[in-house]
């Protein structure tokens, strides 16, 4: 309890302040109209979903360095009445990573249909760290292992997961390590969270492999994961 509590600490000096975030007027109606935006691309030029805000050049530019094939962003708002978690929750959600275990969706016909059937650290995050490693056994894609990095500031908090294993899919090396890079960012000021997928492929023919629908549930289920934990 008392390393999340300086982990807290280290979080909040690094500087999180409540700012709003800029949204264009049109992205802004369709938020409105239905609280949950995501968009898939292939070949992507630019994050589309991404709110303004000071950190917006440097998240663009680390996706851009990806030379992603393809690109998945979820923009969604927080339910009314829905509590925001203050700083610490925040911290204490994003750290605890093993509660990823058991990630699913809801498909008619079939229930619960397990994505990360297990997630366990490989490198736990110390005290006063805001990095760690852990290996996901993810029902798509393998067991691979995934640095993760949690930043602030610019009024917002953010979790960073980069592999460091290949993706299989279908039993075949799909992403080489460093080449699937996922960021979830929670906007307090505005309680927007956002999260983008870019992944380069080993080899890329479109319309061979089918990788939108998988990204989209787990963008699905990772908003839920954030918005009902506690």
């Not at 975030?21 to 938020?31: C, G, H, W």
């Not at 959600?93 to 969706?105: F, N, P, Q, V």
């Not at 080489?176 to 997928?197: E, H, M, N, Q, V």
């Not at 023919?205 to 990772?222: K, M, S, T, W, Y």
Request: hydrophobic share 45%; with cysteine.
């Amino acid at each position: 309890m008392r390393g999340r509590a300086v982990a807290a600490c280290v979080l909040i000096a690094l500087g999180v302040v409540a700012s709003a975030q800029e949204l264009d007027p049109a992205l802004q109606a369709r938020l409105a109209a239905e609280s949950s935006l995501i968009e898939f691309v292939t070949k992507p030029k630019r994050l589309v979903l991404l709110p303004s805000f000071p950190g917006e050049a440097a998240l663009r530019a680390d996706h851009a360095g990806i030379r992603a094939h393809e690109l998945l962003e979820g923009l969604f708002r927080l339910p009314p009445g829905a509590p925001s978690p203050d700083g610490e929750a925040v911290l204490r959600i994003m750290r605890d990573a093993e509660s990823l275990s058991g990630l699913s969706y809801r498909e008619r016909g079939k229930g619960s249909v397990p994505l990360f059937r297990k997630v366990v650290f490989t490198v736990p995050p110390a005290a006063d760290s805001l990095s760690y490693e852990v290996r996901i056994d993810d029902a798509d894609f393998g067991s691979v292992r995934f640095r993760i990095v949690l930043s602030s500031g610019d009024g917002c908090y953010r979790l960073r997961m980069v592999n460091l294993d290949p993706l299989r899919f279908l039993f075949l090396p799909a992403v080489s390590p460093g080449k699937a890079l996922i960021d979830l960012a929670y906007f307090p000021s505005s309680r927007l969270l956002y999260t983008a997928w870019s992944v380069r492929a080993v080899i890329f023919v479109p319309g061979v492999v089918d990788i939108e629908l998988p990204l989209r549930r787990r963008a699905v289920a990772l908003r839920d994961w954030f918005t009902e934990r506690k």
